[in-house]
């Protein structure tokens, strides 16, 4: 592991870094923010991760949903995921061209939308359905080879935004539409994943149940993403 002994961190920002079994001991940290996949996190000998999971499940009760294992549940989570998402879509439309910008080097809402467009057809219709159908173009994946602007995806589109809209629209009522069809036995059968080498790679073994899971997730935490990037926005025009 790197020790970093005596540095002067201050400002310094880790992105999709893995500090698994990272120790920061006697630190100064004022006005940090962690945002990421954070589990067993101890502060000052206190276990912090499950304050901040309640917290985040006070604030948004649609996670509370999103973990159930019960069929109604899941299909309520969809239905309010549509719901959000279609709330800040009207929310953009009345600042036309915010949608085209970003803060602090996070994606903007279209970058975020297009990224969605292919999460839906990574995780939701080929690990979910089995299909071996080239994703959508306009879809942003992953940065790494050989995924990038792999199986379908064009990096030369600049689509509209009223074009990645309607795309999302009908993802989401065909995700509804599967919900109310699916049982619980299939939910918890493995998941159909092609035995091809097309992302995502580490899906294979898992359960319908767990790809599903990935999908609402991605909606809700990108919508949140969205949703705190637009806010900062507003507020630095508002100055």
């Not at 379908?152 to 009223?162: K, M, Q, R, V, Y």
């Not at 009522?173 to 059968?189: G, H, I, M, R, S």
Request: hydrophobic share 40%; charged share 30%; net charge negative.
């Amino acid at each position: 592991m790197t020790r970093y002994i005596d540095e002067d961190l201050h400002g310094a920002e880790f992105r999709e870094c893995d500090l698994t079994g990272a120790r920061l001991i006697g630190v100064v940290m004022q006005d940090a923010v962690i945002d990421g996949l954070i589990t067993n996190l101890v502060v000052n000998g206190v276990e912090v991760t499950g304050y901040v999971e309640a917290e985040l499940d006070r604030r948004h009760p649609v996670r509370v949903l999103i973990r159930s294992e019960d069929l109604a549940d899941l299909r309520e989570a969809s239905r309010q995921l549509h719901a959000g998402w279609a709330a800040t879509i009207e929310r953009i439309r009345r600042t036309p061209g915010i949608e085209r910008h970003s803060v602090n080097d996070e994606w903007s809402a279209v970058q975020t939308m297009r990224h969605l467009v292919f999460v839906h057809d990574s995780w939701f219709r080929r690990c979910c359905l089995g299909s071996t159908e080239l994703f959508t173009p306009m879809g942003i994946g992953p940065d790494v080879e050989p995924y990038r602007g792999a199986h379908g995806l064009d990096l030369s589109l600049d689509p509209d935004f009223d074009e990645i809209v309607s795309v999302r629209d009908a993802q989401a009522a065909e995700l509804e539409a599967w919900l109310d069809k699916v049982t619980a036995e299939q939910l918890a059968a493995p998941a159909p994943v092609p035995d091809d080498d097309v992302w995502p790679p580490y899906a294979q073994g898992r359960s319908v149940r767990r790809c599903l899971g990935t999908v609402l997730n991605e909606t809700f935490e990108h919508h949140r993403f969205c949703v705190r990037d637009l806010d900062l926005i507003e507020a630095q025009d508002a100055e």
